[in-house]
């Protein structure tokens, strides 16, 4: 469990069982790196946490175009919110 996902606001995770979670993800351009990442999780997990910052909009789009859902809002430890977003791969 990550401490950063303990609390969602305006909104709620659409499952709590155990998960893996994306912390840092980049690309050169090209597309297709979190499309990689997931077909990796896949093989090993049920559901994937990662989330973003607002202004973001790539990044929630690439959330969006791989499958993953808009869950509210999480805070790092700083206290900077994040847009939280999970994938559901298999219910389990």
Not at 5 to 33: K, L
Request: charged residues 25%; glycine residues 12%; neutral net charge.
């Amino acid at each position: 469990a990550d401490p950063t996902y303990g609390v969602i606001e305006d909104g709620q995770w659409s499952s709590d069982t155990p998960y893996g979670t994306i912390h840092r993800i980049a690309g050169d351009g090209s597309g297709g790196t979190l499309a990689t990442a997931v077909a990796f999780a896949k093989e090993r997990i049920n559901h994937i946490r990662i989330d973003t910052h607002e202004k973001n909009i790539p990044m929630q789009r690439c959330l969006a175009k791989n499958g993953f859902a808009r869950c509210g809002i999480i805070y790092l430890e700083d206290g900077d919110p994040r847009i939280a977003y999970q994938k559901v791969i298999r219910n389990g």
